[in-house]
């Protein structure tokens, strides 16, 4: 650690609030790896819409803290006791944790990946806690079967362009819902089958293009990030012993509801969380290697919306909450 610098770049959240509460740092404490964490220098670190909810106490978190959930750089230190997974300074890594909105950060080294050569920062980026996500969900929130009719919300956000592409390699027919014409072009390039403009005369009946496309019968599952627009038509748009997972609140919570709403057509409803998916090491590596082997492979298209300096923070969030974004939004420390 002689050789590190004492402090960094980064951002503090000391209070809930809107973007205003990001507060741009130079002084910052380099933390110092404890034992079963990894001190890494980040080249990139990423922005998510959860950093959103943590920000305004949506989420419970303790502050001042630092956001960001993910990163991706280089191991310059390692924390004391055993090393199980056999890193060494200069290795090249992903991560998934906690505090990346900073130069340095200390994950725990079990949700640490080596990057193979060939793949980018930014595409690694674009798709590890985005794609984790993705993937855990289509297998086991709900499993996703070959001919399925799925309905995808908010299908050119960062997350709906890799699970519309992770839907299509599972085999389903894809439904997805964006908000105006250019992200409609995206969902159909990225091979949903229809795609329904929210922002449209139509869109606002989106409900009835569902069942006129299923002929009647609903989907087998609706994948939902929006909440409060949408949950009570996503219950009424899957079939009988359909499910609806959702996994986020772009418009808000969903309200509390009666159970027995799902009583009608034997609906099952998850509200699954990706850290679950991955608690343990091998659940991590299943999918962090199948991820890789996707993006080696060329199978799963990457798409950053732009790359921010730390100090450009609050218009980073200005920007992911205000839906305009297609794609990943990332932070240059």
Request: charged share 25%.
């Given at each position: 650690m002689a050789s590190l610098p004492t402090t960094q770049k980064g951002v503090l959240v000391s209070k809930i609030g809107g973007p205003e509460v990001l507060e741009y740092k130079t002084d910052l404490p380099v933390p110092s790896p404890k034992?079963?964490?990894?001190?890494?220098?980040n080249n990139l670190t990423a922005i998510n819409l959860i950093d959103t909810y943590f920000r305004k106490g949506v989420y419970d978190s303790a502050k001042p803290e630092i956001l960001g959930k993910e990163g991706?750089?280089?191991i310059v230190a390692l924390g004391p006791g055993p090393n199980p997974y056999n890193f060494a300074v200069g290795d090249r890594v992903a991560w998934i944790g906690t505090a990346g909105y900073a130069e340095y950060s200390t994950p725990p080294a079990y949700?640490?990946?080596k990057i193979p050569q060939g793949i980018s920062d930014e595409d690694v980026l674009a798709v590890l806690l985005t794609g984790a996500t993705c993937l855990s969900f289509i297998r086991e929130a709900y499993e996703v079967k070959?001919?399925?009719?799925?309905?995808?919300h908010a299908a050119a956000g960062g997350a709906g362009i890799i699970m519309t592409q992770l839907l299509k390699l599972a085999g389903a027919k894809v439904i997805g819902t964006a908000g105006g014409p250019e992200k409609v072009e995206l969902v159909k390039g990225l091979g949903a089958d229809v795609v329904i403009d929210y922002k449209s005369t139509e869109g606002a009946?989106?409900?009835d293009k569902v069942m006129e496309v299923t002929g009647g019968e609903g989907v087998n599952a609706v994948y939902d990030s929006v909440g409060k627009d949408t949950w009570e038509n996503s219950l009424k748009a899957v079939r009988r012993?359909?499910?609806v997972v959702f996994f986020g609140n772009s418009s808000g919570v969903v309200p509390p509801f009666p159970i027995s709403m799902l009583a009608g057509k034997n609906i099952k409803i998850c509200r699954p969380v990706l850290f679950n998916y991955i608690?343990?090491?091998e659940e991590f590596d299943l999918y962090m290697n199948?991820?890789?082997?996707?993006?080696?492979?060329?199978?799963l298209k990457t798409s950053i919306y732009k790359i921010y300096p730390l100090e450009n923070i609050q218009q980073a969030h200005k920007d992911i909450e205000g839906r305009k974004t297609t794609g990943k939004l990332l932070l240059k420390p």
């Amino acid at each position: 650690m002689a050789s590190l610098p004492t402090t960094q770049k980064g951002v503090l959240v000391s209070k809930i609030g809107g973007p205003e509460v990001l507060e741009y740092k130079t002084d910052l404490p380099v933390p110092s790896p404890k034992e079963g964490e990894v001190l890494v220098k980040n080249n990139l670190t990423a922005i998510n819409l959860i950093d959103t909810y943590f920000r305004k106490g949506v989420y419970d978190s303790a502050k001042p803290e630092i956001l960001g959930k993910e990163g991706a750089g280089t191991i310059v230190a390692l924390g004391p006791g055993p090393n199980p997974y056999n890193f060494a300074v200069g290795d090249r890594v992903a991560w998934i944790g906690t505090a990346g909105y900073a130069e340095y950060s200390t994950p725990p080294a079990y949700r640490v990946a080596k990057i193979p050569q060939g793949i980018s920062d930014e595409d690694v980026l674009a798709v590890l806690l985005t794609g984790a996500t993705c993937l855990s969900f289509i297998r086991e929130a709900y499993e996703v079967k070959k001919g399925d009719w799925i309905l995808l919300h908010a299908a050119a956000g960062g997350a709906g362009i890799i699970m519309t592409q992770l839907l299509k390699l599972a085999g389903a027919k894809v439904i997805g819902t964006a908000g105006g014409p250019e992200k409609v072009e995206l969902v159909k390039g990225l091979g949903a089958d229809v795609v329904i403009d929210y922002k449209s005369t139509e869109g606002a009946k989106w409900l009835d293009k569902v069942m006129e496309v299923t002929g009647g019968e609903g989907v087998n599952a609706v994948y939902d990030s929006v909440g409060k627009d949408t949950w009570e038509n996503s219950l009424k748009a899957v079939r009988r012993k359909g499910s609806v997972v959702f996994f986020g609140n772009s418009s808000g919570v969903v309200p509390p509801f009666p159970i027995s709403m799902l009583a009608g057509k034997n609906i099952k409803i998850c509200r699954p969380v990706l850290f679950n998916y991955i608690y343990t090491r091998e659940e991590f590596d299943l999918y962090m290697n199948e991820l890789f082997q996707l993006l080696e492979a060329g199978k799963l298209k990457t798409s950053i919306y732009k790359i921010y300096p730390l100090e450009n923070i609050q218009q980073a969030h200005k920007d992911i909450e205000g839906r305009k974004t297609t794609g990943k939004l990332l932070l240059k420390p």
